[in-house]
């Protein structure tokens, strides 16, 4: 897509977010509750509230893992200036197993998102699903331009390594 | 490694089975043996208590699911 000059000026100058005055955003002043207890006591009632409630057990059905709900309401707050990141981190444990006491309370089966963290060495199949249709999008183009080009010459034979024992036979 | 902090946070609590189990009530008469011991110092760091929130949720926990599969 070609991109208009207008759009160019639209994008925020570098630096741009590091100009508001310090303490003009709620993260910069001091937080409203200090101790994980405070949090705690902020947090809880909201969790069983009417209005939450319900959003919560939709959110479990859907496969949501329940550490990234309770990292993703801690983050809101620390930006809200609810509390720091040190609370937020402290209290986290204590949100994600009230959330799975409220699934459990409920009867829902959630995710708690404690699976084994995803080995690196390891290809998922969904990745490798990925590159397949990839490849299988590619492969007719890849023939029809191998078609138009002229034969190669056969490559040279490789280089095979030569066995190097005493008694080894040469070739 | 791209790791939630929630999943670190969570794991790195380190809940044993026993920090769930209920204490023993100690005897507080003359003869019992435990009634003049020192009582330990309980560990009051907020990491401990957060440790103690979580287990007695979980304890909560389980009576709710145990109860249903029973």
């Known amino acids: ?5 207008r759009e160019k000026l639209d994008y925020p100058i570098p630096g741009q977010g590091m ?24 947090y809880i009632p909201r969790l069983v509230s009417d209005d939450v ?11 949501i893992p329940l550490t990234i709900m309770a990292d993703s309401m801690q983050s809101t707050a620390v930006m809200q200036g609810l509390h720091t990141i040190d ?10 197993e009230m959330l799975a006491y409220i699934g459990d309370d409920a009867g829902i089966e959630y995710n708690l998102g404690m699976d084994k963290p995803i080995d690196e060495d390891k290809i998922s199949d969904t990745k490798i699903a990925l590159a397949m249709k990839r490849m299988r999008e590619k492969l007719p183009q890849e023939l029809d331009d ?22 080894a036979r040469r070739v | 490694m791209d790791i939630n902090p929630a999943y670190s946070a969570y794991t790195n609590l380190g809940i044993t089975d026993t920090d769930m189990k209920d204490k023993p009530k100690k005897g ?29 949720i979980r304890k909560a926990r389980k009576q709710v699911t145990d109860g249903r599969n029973s």
């Open chain 2, 28 to 56: 507080m008469g003359l003869l019992s043996p435990m009634g003049m011991a020192k009582p330990k110092e309980e560990l009051n760091e907020p990491r401990d208590r957060v440790r103690q929130y979580v287990a007695r």
């Open chain 1, 146 to 167: 191998r078609e138009e080009m002229p034969e190669e010459p056969e490559a040279m034979e490789e280089d095979t390594p030569q066995p190097s024992g005493l008694m």
């Open chain 1, 53 to 63: 409630y319900e959003s919560l057990l939709d959110s479990m059905e859907l496969g």
């Open chain 1, 87 to 96: 609370v937020g981190i402290l209290a986290m444990p204590v949100i994600i």
């Open chain 1, 1 to 5: 897509m070609a991109e208009t000059p």
């Open chain 1, 19 to 42: 100009t508001a005055e310090v303490g003009s955003r709620p993260w910069q002043n001091p937080p409203q509750y200090t101790t994980v207890e405070q949090a705690l006591e902020f």
